[in-house]
Structure formats: structure tokens, C-alpha cells
């Protein structure tokens, strides 16, 4: 299926937040986009729940794209009653921005302890790599804390900014380092590949994707 196709379909984009920060410039102007904050990701079951219900009130599009991968299994058993699903064949966001499953598996074979950064994924906040552990860190001294976060953050030994292209991405690489500084990990920068993105959005559906009839659920085995 590709754009010809698609551009006079009523089109719903459920999307991550860190991804539709990458596209929101490009998204085509007739489709529909409900997007959802990227801290779902650490909850997959109420990740979920949020889907499944958004999914549920949009059985009147004849298309429903996911700006999701898979995601720690988060939409993995999603059903669509009426409305054919469409989603990226990738494990997470991050083979999104490398371009494919395969090149972040090389990058983790490079280095396991690989934190992966964008823009969307810095957002605004300081300390955001554990700004979610904001609860925690109040109930701690400044010390004790950062022996916490040290322990948090055993395994990982470098942050790797992803440069997608798809910005001015000054201000982000310098915050990205800063970052790898305070909590004393190495820093590299690599060049994003936009091609698997760009395809959510402009219907080149190939094998790097999944198409899912209505009423079949999504399943992990789609994705291998």
C-alpha cells in the first residue's frame, strides 16, 4: 500500500509523544492524531489499556496507524473490531530512529550499556533520565540520592545521542552531553536514518511493517 492509496482514506495516528515529535512537521493534514505521553512506556500494561480504549473510539476511520513498536510487549494483544491496524515491525522506538531492528541490535552489540537519546526523549525537563523517580529522590538527601541513581545506572556506560535530521539538533546535543557528564558516561553522537520513519507517514507499508485485519489481534510472533 502506498501514498496513492492511502491519500483519500480517513486515516487515526495513534502516536508516541518521542515519535510524533519527530514527524509532526510531516504528517499529511487529513489525518486524524491522538498523541500520548512517552512515560506510558514504562507502564505497558496501562500503555495498553490507553491503546486498546483510543483504538476502541475509532472504529469510523478506514485506517488506524500506531506510532508504536513493540514496545516491552505494550501493544501486543490490541484488537481492532472494524478497522484494519497498521503498525512499524520494530522492537521499540529506537530502531525507528536507526533505521531498523538490525542496526540497533549492532549498536547494542557494540555496547550493551547504551542509554539512546532524541530530542523527544530529552523534552524539557532537567535530570530527565530519572526525572520520573522525581517522588524518590524528595524523600532522599542529595548524596544518598546519587548513590541511588549510580546504582540505577550500573549497567550503562555510554548515551548516544541520535541525530534524526529532522531539527536543529545544537541545543539537544549539548544537553545530551551534559547529561553523560553528570553521571559520568561516555558520549557519542551518531547519525539517525529517516527512511523508517518517513514510511509510517507516507503509506509505504513494506515488510517493515505489520498490517493486522480487523478483528485478528496483535501478537509478539508479528514481529519476528
Request: charged residues 35%; hydrophobic residues 30%; proline residues 3%.
Given at each position: 500500500m502506498d501514498i496513492k492509496e492511502i491519500k483519500h482514506k480517513s486515516i487515526k495516528f495513534i502516536v508516541c509523544d518521542v515519535i510524533y515529535d519527530e514527524l509532526k512537521n510531516k504528517i499529511p493534514g487529513n489525518w486524524k492524531v491522538i498523541?500520548?505521553?512517552?512515560?506510558?512506556?514504562?507502564?505497558?500494561?496501562?500503555?495498553?489499556?490507553?491503546?486498546?480504549d483510543e483504538i476502541n473510539k475509532s472504529q469510523d476511520y478506514d485506517i488506524i496507524v500506531l506510532g508504536y513498536g513493540l514496545c516491552g510487549n505494550g501493544i501486543a494483544g490490541l484488537?481492532?473490531?472494524?478497522?484494519?491496524?497498521?503498525?512499524?515491525?520494530?522492537?521499540?522506538?529506537?530502531?525507528?530512529?536507526?533505521?531498523?531492528?538490525?542496526?540497533?541490535?549492532?549498536?547494542?552489540?557494540?555496547?550493551?550499556?547504551?542509554?539512546f537519546l532524541t530530542r523527544g526523549y530529552l523534552g524539557e525537563a532537567e535530570d530527565f533520565i530519572v526525572s520520573g523517580f522525581s517522588e524518590i529522590?524528595?524523600?532522599?538527601?542529595?548524596?544518598?540520592?546519587?548513590?541511588?541513581?549510580?546504582?540505577?545506572?550500573?549497567?550503562?556506560?555510554?548515551?548516544?545521542?541520535?541525530?534524526?535530521?529532522?531539527?536543529?539538533?545544537?541545543?539537544?546535543?549539548?544537553?545530551?552531553?551534559?547529561?553523560?557528564?553528570?553521571?559520568?558516561?561516555?558520549?557519542?553522537?551518531?547519525?539517525?536514518?529517516?527512511?523508517?520513519?518517513?514510511?509510517?507517514?507516507?503509506?509505504?507499508?513494506?515488510?517493515?511493517?505489520?498490517?493486522v485485519r480487523p478483528g485478528v489481534k496483535i501478537t509478539f510472533d508479528m514481529f519476528n
Open positions: 498523541n500520548f505521553e512517552k512515560r506510558l512506556h514504562e507502564h505497558s500494561d496501562l500503555l495498553k489499556e490507553k491503546l486498546q484488537i481492532s473490531p472494524k478497522v484494519p491496524l497498521v503498525a512499524p515491525r520494530a522492537d521499540d522506538c529506537i530502531s525507528l530512529f536507526l533505521g531498523s531492528t538490525e542496526e540497533r541490535k549492532k549498536q547494542l552489540k557494540t555496547e550493551p550499556g547504551t542509554y529522590k524528595n524523600k532522599y538527601d542529595k548524596k544518598t540520592w546519587q548513590w541511588i541513581v549510580k546504582k540505577m545506572l550500573k549497567n550503562y556506560k555510554r548515551i548516544v545521542f541520535i541525530n534524526t535530521g529532522n531539527y536543529d539538533s545544537s541545543e539537544w546535543r549539548k544537553k545530551a552531553k551534559r547529561e553523560a557528564v553528570k553521571l559520568g558516561l561516555r558520549f557519542e553522537e551518531i547519525k539517525g536514518r529517516g527512511k523508517f520513519l518517513d514510511k509510517i507517514i507516507n503509506g509505504n507499508w513494506d515488510d517493515q511493517f505489520i498490517i
